[in-house]
């Protein structure tokens, strides 16, 4: 991964992978308590957070839906954040989902799931 991900003194102008740029969001995710996966493919990077709540990557800027619907274009609202900020935009992202755990909690069971251990 490029060490300039999330450094102050990056330059606007340099352009990281897709995959980079995830694992730049992931790590920032980790670092406020959520975890999350990366997936590539296609070109892009998806960073998976909760049910509802993925994070796309094209190296260049992230994005994801706010759970709005804009009504007069029939479509979802989408935020977005630069990739060379993946700290800031993991901030963002952790309002969504914060959001989506109170309306949607990990079923109990799934949440002892990680407990158990195998017999």
Same mark, same amino acid.
């Given at each position: 991964?490029?060490?300039?991900?999330?450094?102050?003194?990056?330059?606007?102008?340099?352009?990281?992978?897709?995959?980079?740029?995830?694992?730049?969001?992931?790590?920032?995710?980790?670092?406020?308590?959520?975890?999350?996966?990366?997936?590539?493919?296609?070109?892009?990077? /998806?960073?998976?957070?909760? @049910?509802? =709540? +993925?994070?796309?990557?094209?190296?260049?800027?992230?994005?994801? %839906?706010? $759970?709005?619907?804009?009504?007069?274009?029939?479509?979802?609202?989408?935020?977005?954040?630069?990739?060379?900020?993946?700290?800031?935009?993991?901030?963002? /992202?952790?309002?969504?989902? @914060?959001? =989506? +755990?109170?309306?949607?909690?990990?079923?109990?069971?799934?949440? %002892?799931? $990680?407990?158990?251990?195998?017999?």
């Amino acid at each position: 991964m490029n060490s300039a991900i999330g450094s102050a003194d990056a330059v606007q102008d340099e352009v990281f992978s897709p995959v980079e740029a995830g694992e730049g969001l992931r790590g920032a995710l980790h670092r406020l308590g959520i975890p999350a996966d990366v997936i590539d493919g296609y070109g892009l990077a /998806v960073v998976s957070v909760w @049910a509802g =709540l +993925v994070v796309w990557s094209d190296g260049v800027r992230f994005w994801w %839906q706010t $759970g709005g619907w804009d009504e007069r274009r029939r479509r979802a609202v989408y935020a977005w954040h630069s990739a060379m900020e993946p700290n800031r935009a993991a901030r963002r /992202v952790a309002f969504r989902y @914060a959001e =989506l +755990v109170r309306q949607r909690p990990l079923p109990q069971a799934l949440g %002892q799931a $990680g407990d158990a251990t195998p017999r």
